[in-house]
């Protein structure tokens, strides 16, 4: 079964609510901090990656097993194109990049920790299931 290296930054990352999704899958690397690329957050739920320039994210490298990757882009909206799932050449791992370059009604997550930044949201106004 062929196996990808992903990176993961926001609700998937080890701590975050849909972390579960990897369980079984090997963590790489734990805080590795991707340049060039810059968070954003949607009504305290959901952050989206895009390519930027002097911004950088934090996140996890899991090794993944191929048969799990249906699971994870159907979390991603990969079908309903929130997402895209890419191939970083220089990091040699895969991630999920916003898939259009529209920022609109978005906030920019200084630091580029989605759990850092999640944790400091006031509980009341937090994403609830």
């Known amino acids: 079964m062929k196996l990808y290296d992903i990176f993961v930054y926001g609700t998937l990352r080890r701590g975050g609510m849909y972390d579960n999704y990897l369980n ?8 590795y901090i991707l340049e060039g690329y810059a968070l954003y957050d949607y ?3 959901y952050p989206y990656m895009v390519l930027q320039a002097n911004s ?5 490298i899991y090794r993944v097993s191929e048969s799990i990757l249906p699971n ?8 309903e194109q929130l997402f895209r799932f890419v191939y970083l050449e220089k990091q040699q791992c895969y991630t999920y990049l916003k898939y259009d370059d529209d920022l609109t009604g978005m906030k920019y997550i200084e630091g580029g920790d989605w759990l850092v930044y999640y944790q400091s949201l006031p509980s009341d106004i937090r994403y609830k299931e």
Request: aromatic content about 4%; overall charge negative.
């Open 56 to 60: 950088s994210v934090v996140g996890d």
């Open 72 to 79: 994870l882009h159907e979390l991603e909206g990969i079908d």
């Open 24 to 31: 079984g899958s090997e963590l790489i690397i734990e805080k």
């Open 43 to 45: 009504q305290q739920w």
